[in-house]
């Protein structure tokens, strides 16, 4: 199973997107719409709901609520299966992930499951610079 | 019959499973000739081509045309994910309307028979560092490591937020909608699969993404549909036999998504469909409960449920009760899904949203044997492409 990375001062490391922050402690960065409020957690040329192009990063919270989930069969190379992939309301911000350290069985699972953010490794490349993934866990 | 109306005047689908004997070229031109002869007219009346296809290349009107009669018309090729037939006939509809023809054919065709899973990723290429790209800086593909990208898995948590919101839904019910489909396909002669199944069976099938098990996820597989479109003017001067076949497009809809926060992160098949069906019900200046009968894109069990809910077949917030009062079957008062649904019928993408119109077409016609829906005289057809795009048409039966 997954586990989780301990923080080191010395290995590099990278997050498997650009909206993971690692530092001091991990949290997603969402790009906000200075005007009207809009979050994204892709880099927009303007805003989508009121076109407006000035964003700001905000931090997400970490805990959240699973407003929805399914548990996957069939998983791309590299990734293992059954796996399960959820939508979980973070303070009032929608946030697409996988849940782990939770058997992806049904049940075991709940709509409304209280959850929070937590990293993994996705191994390292040949400079030694560890990837590190993230998921929600059951709080 | 007022004027400005535009009618369906000839429309058909291929039989839908596998066509191993043509390309997709070959089984457009199939139902395209044959929907001519359905509307007892021949290319030479035809004043645009709409051409739907999505995972050919782009170029089906062209080559259709060296198949069945290149007469120098404007062809769009059109392309808008699982809505492209609607899209095409649509497209169609709109030259009529614009004036710059009397009579249009929309096609739509896809070959998809062994094609697996849709909607995952190929692997991101890797080189020996880590390299982000893209526009969330992505060091490697995101597919199964943030959320899911196959359909089934997408769909599935369609379903399951419509149960988070409202409550009541289950493995079961979802299981439920598919037997309904899977029962009705047994009197569809042209579905890719007509066999019943028992609840049991079918959560018992092969997983796929909870809680769609295989025989409820769409049947990937050959086919086309094609319909000829016409003014009201031009159907005046055809034959009687002609006026009487002819079906009137008492509303036809496209939309997309409105801004929302949830669609960001899971595609939100809910509010373009609500939208779509109401400017549909206000164009056709019907309502819901005015139905005969309902094709509605069931691409997954879970999203069946939901679209019930969209296209204001129940109260907001009463999918479950309005399934579970058995109004959906085909002995109900809203039957959903008379030909099988894309569960059994299958669904050759840009096949799909003018076969689901035939279908409606057919009944309101009067010509579907076994499966009629007596006396039907208005359906409603609906389809959904992720990403994401909306159609919805309005049909009504000629006037005696």
């Known amino acids: 199973m997954i586990s989780s990375v301990a923080a080191t001062e010395t290995a590099a490391r990278i997050p498997l997107v650009d909206y993971l922050a690692l530092d001091p402690e991990p949290h997603l960065v969402a790009q906000e719409c200075t005007v009207c409020g809009a979050r994204y957690f892709d880099h927009r040329d303007a805003c989508a709901s009121c076109f407006e192009a000035v964003f700001r990063p905000v931090n997400v919270p970490t805990e959240g609520e699973v407003t929805s989930f399914t548990i996957v069969s069939y998983a791309p190379p590299g990734v293992e299966a059954p796996f399960v992939a959820a939508i979980i309301d973070c303070g009032g911000t929608p946030v697409r992930a996988t849940l782990v350290d939770v058997k992806p069985d049904p049940d075991n699972l709940t709509l409304g499951m209280k959850v929070r953010l937590t990293t993994y490794s996705l191994g390292t490349d040949s400079a030694g610079t560890e990837a590190v993934g993230f998921g929600f866990a059951p709080a | ?400």
């Open chain 2, 1 to 400: 019959m007022a004027s400005g109306d535009v009618w369906i005047l000839g429309i058909v689908m291929t039989k839908f499973g596998k066509h191993p004997e043509t390309d997709s070229v070959g089984l457009a031109a199939q139902a395209a000739r044959a929907a001519l002869a359905d509307g007892g007219v021949s290319m030479r009346d035809i004043g645009i081509l709409a051409a739907g296809n999505l995972m050919g290349g782009g170029a089906l009107g062209q080559q259709l045309q060296k198949q069945i009669g290149q007469t120098g018309i404007p062809v769009y090729n059109v392309a808008n994910a699982c809505a492209t037939g609607a899209t095409a006939l649509r497209t169609a509809i709109m030259a009529i309307k614009a004036g710059e023809t009397d009579m249009g054919l929309a096609v739509g065709v896809e070959k998809l028979s062994g094609a697996g899973l849709l909607g995952v990723g190929g692997a991101k290429k890797q080189g020996d560092t880590w390299e982000p790209s893209g526009r969330q800086g992505a060091i490697m593909g995101l597919d199964g490591r943030v959320n899911t990208d196959n359909m089934p898995g997408t769909f599935a948590q369609i379903g399951m937020e419509y149960g988070h919101k409202y409550g009541d839904v289950s493995f079961e019910l979802f299981a439920r909608i598919s037997e309904k489909n899977h029962m009705h396909s047994t009197l569809n002669p042209l579905a890719a699969y007509s066999k019943a199944m028992s609840v049991e069976q079918i959560m018992n099938d092969v997983m796929i993404a909870y809680p769609n098990t295989r025989p409820m996820c769409s049947a990937n597989c050959d086919g086309a549909a094609a319909a000829v479109v016409v003014s009201d003017e031009k159907l005046k001067t055809l034959s009687d036999e002609q006026r009487k076949r002819a079906v009137r497009v008492a509303a036809s809809v496209l939309t997309t998504d409105p801004y929302e926060a949830g669609c960001q992160v899971l595609p939100n098949v809910n509010t373009l469909t609500r939208n779509a069906a109401k400017q549909a019900y206000e164009q056709a200046g019907v309502s819901p409960q005015d139905l005969d009968l309902v094709e509605l894109h069931d691409c997954f069990a879970t999203a069946e449920l939901v679209h019930y809910d969209n296209l204001m077949l129940c109260d907001e917030g009463n999918a479950v009760d309005f399934f579970s009062s058995g109004a959906a079957h085909r002995d109900g008062s809203t039957p959903v899904n008379v030909s099988g649904g894309l569960q059994s019928k299958g669904h050759p993408i840009a096949a799909t949203g003018i076969a689901n119109v035939w279908e409606i077409c057919h009944h309101l016609r009067g010509e579907a044997g076994d499966r009629q829906i007596e006396g039907a005289k208005l359906g409603l057809a609906h389809v959904i492409g992720l990403g994401s795009a909306c159609g919805v048409h309005i049909l009504e039966r000629a006037a005696a």
